[in-house]
């Protein structure tokens, strides 16, 4: 049985809609210029056989350094959020860093750190730096097994705008 909450929304709660309710880029020409951080992360459970590939800090593939590519396409994505996700405004990021570390439970964790100076923020472009991160690592280790598992994507946080937010854990 589905449970349902009964949520009543507005056109006006909605940025990316028009007062017809029709799609649009959100128009940031009044906003100001401030210096916006986004941090996001992606869970990937790694199956034994993925595991036991861990040597020095990395798994090497017949593709190459599994991490050092993920790093890699993760901040060529994040630069390309703009064509990626139709309504995002094309940014030119000051800086992207991914991290990866792992937890106690046979799990990556994948984090992205996006940085601008700007009148829009990058927390898609977070998002999208670790995502694309975690779909790299499950390409080039998916011959070891497909049994990985991208588990979560989140933000953990963003600063500058108008509200900043951190996810308490």
């Known amino acids: 049985m589905a449970c349902t909450t009964?949520?009543?929304?507005s056109m006006n709660d909605f940025s990316h809609l028009d007062d017809k309710g029709r799609a649009t880029m959100v128009n940031v020409s009044a906003k100001a210029v401030t210096t916006r951080t986004?941090?996001?992360r992606?869970?990937?459970s790694l199956p034994g056989a993925v595991l036991a590939k861990l040597s020095d800090g990395d798994i090497q593939t017949k593709k190459g350094a599994v991490f050092q590519t993920a790093v890699i396409a993760g901040i060529m994505a994040a630069k390309r959020t703009g064509e990626l996700i139709p309504l995002c405004h094309p940014l030119g990021l000051e800086d992207c860093k991914i991290e990866m570390s792992f937890n106690g439970n046979d799990e990556l964790l994948i984090d992205c750190t996006?940085?601008?100076t700007a009148k829009t923020g990058v927390e898609?472009?977070?998002l999208v730096g670790a995502s694309v991160a975690a779909l790299t690592v499950y390409d080039m280790c998916k011959a070891l097994s497909h049994d990985i598992v991208i588990k979560?994507?989140?933000l953990l946080e963003k600063t500058g705008g108008k509200n900043d937010f951190k996810r308490s854990e």
């Not at 009964?6 to 929304?9: H, T």
């Open 6 to 9: 009964n949520i009543y929304l």
């Open 38 to 40: 986004a941090t996001a």
């Open 42 to 44: 992606c869970i990937v």
């Open 114 to 116: 996006a940085v601008i």
């Open 124 to 126: 898609m472009e977070a």
């Open 152 to 154: 979560e994507t989140k």
